[in-house]
């Protein structure tokens, strides 16, 4: 019986429980179908820390291997170290995570040479077709030669990569309190962060994918408060929480408050126009007005994008944007392939903080200008037909302009708000944003009603 890969292959990735939704035998056809797809001779693959990622890495080398092609080996790495080791080593690659999911999940996200996605639309829709038609009716042949399986250590070319990015040598000290969440940055900032002027506070740096302190998706408020307490506690200047695979990074100021990822955004890409002036910076429409507005005053040209990895790197390899962020934390760079890396970001918010003598709050005060809910999610049957509501309510209004580039867009001269339905859950997703508070508060009440009506 053919395996249904409907629950598991999603809109960028693969992602499911295992054993009950995939195991090390299908991980080996979607080895195959990789390479089938990609028409590769040789890839790279790299995994995290949950249980059972050795052994699904593992399948799905032997399964490219068996045909024909090279398979090189990182082991433990974060998702954008594996992105990196695509790009310098110019090779298709895979990275079993399942980011910030519980323990029983793990998935693969896949990329071509030079870290470019495979998602949909090229070339995921085939490689799952390949793995269902292989699981019932046998692996394809071997071919007549099989590739080999080598093991390389990147981490260090990966710390020196980013670290030739952003220059912190002439830094004033700082201290940073960094919560790892016991995700893969617990493997990587000892590296990257060695010999700078940094004072290291760890958290929960221990490798361990069944996540014993909390969640690793420090998006959630919830998941922050050890490191918030642990700031104030401390002293430090600033705080940055990674997400399990360690390609998200949030920041926390001296005072323990959440600076919004639209702040960071605006901040770095001030960074970069000041390298490459007039550059074209991306962001999503979830972010804050204050991104566009602050690359238009550094001489840039901001771009609109829909939400989602894919749509970020395809318009950055068509605009050849210097970089591009989103709402969910995820910054994506010209220099690192246009892939995301929190890393490098949390290395400029490091950079910008020490080559001044004022506190995080005061350099991010300037980037952070509006009054924004958060992403708000509510449980509906029917998403569709609350979203027309809300647009039907709206519609007519004077001053309001509607969008439907992803979801819906409502924007007036003092607030807007985005409504988007999940791909995956019965969920409509808000976000609003007004130019004081107390207008956000009255906006997101308003459309939290619409949304939630039971009539």
């Not at 005053?297 to 894919?310: A, C, L």
């Amino acid at each position: 019986m053919a395996a249904d890969l409907s629950q598991i292959v999603k809109a960028y990735d693969v992602r499911g429980v295992v054993p009950d939704q995939w195991d090390e035998t299908l991980a080996e056809l979607f080895g195959a179908a990789f390479v089938r797809v990609t028409g590769a001779d040789a890839i790279v693959v790299g995994h995290d820390m949950r249980p059972s990622s050795p052994g699904l890495s593992g399948a799905f080398a032997r399964g490219a291997a068996r045909l024909g092609a090279d398979v090189t080996l990182i082991g433990l790495c974060s998702t954008d170290q594996l992105y990196f080791a695509s790009g310098s080593l110019d090779l298709p690659g895979a990275m079993f995570t399942a980011s910030h999911n519980p323990a029983q999940y793990n998935g693969i996200k896949m990329c071509r040479a030079g870290a470019a996605p495979v998602g949909q639309d090229t070339g995921l829709s085939e490689i799952r077709v390949m793995v269902e038609r292989w699981s019932q009716e046998g692996a394809p042949a071997a071919a007549p030669t099989t590739g080999t399986i080598t093991e390389r250590d990147t981490l260090k070319d990966y710390a020196a990569h980013l670290k030739g990015l952003v220059d912190l040598t002439a830094i004033r000290p700082l201290k940073v309190v960094v919560d790892a969440g016991n995700g893969m940055g617990g493997h990587t900032v000892p590296t990257v962060f060695a010999g700078l002027p940094l004072d290291l506070v760890p958290m929960y740096f221990e490798l361990d994918g069944t996540f014993p302190n909390h969640e690793a998706n420090p998006l959630d408020p919830a998941n922050i408060v050890d490191l918030q307490a642990r700031v104030r506690a401390e002293g430090a200047d600033l705080g940055l929480a990674f997400d399990g695979d360690a390609d998200r990074c949030f920041v926390v100021d001296e005072r323990g408050e959440a600076v919004s990822p639209s702040a960071i955004t605006a901040l770095v890409a001030a960074r970069e126009l000041a390298k490459t002036p007039g550059g074209t910076i991306i962001h999503n429409l979830i972010t804050s007005w204050s991104v566009p507005e602050v690359v238009r005053e550094k001489g840039g040209s901001p771009v609109r994008t829909r939400v989602g990895h894919s749509f970020i790197k395809e318009e950055m390899a068509k605009t050849g944007a210097i970089f591009g962020g989103e709402h969910s934390a995820h910054y994506y760079f010209k220099d690192f392939w246009n892939a995301d890396t929190g890393m490098l970001a949390a290395l400029h918010v490091l950079a910008a903080l020490g080559g001044q003598d004022g506190t995080l709050s005061e350099l991010v005060a300037s980037y952070d200008r509006y009054a924004g809910s958060g992403e708000i999610n509510s449980t509906v049957a029917d998403q569709a037909g609350r979203t027309a509501a809300v647009k039907a309510t709206y519609a007519d209004q004077d001053g309001v302009t509607l969008d439907e580039l992803d979801g819906l867009t409502v924007s007036a001269d003092d607030w807007w708000f985005n409504l988007r339905p999940s791909n995956t859950e019965p969920l409509l997703r808000l976000n609003v944003e007004a130019r004081d508070e107390a207008t956000m508060a009255k906006v997101r009440d308003e459309v939290l009603a619409l949304i939630r009506a039971t009539g």
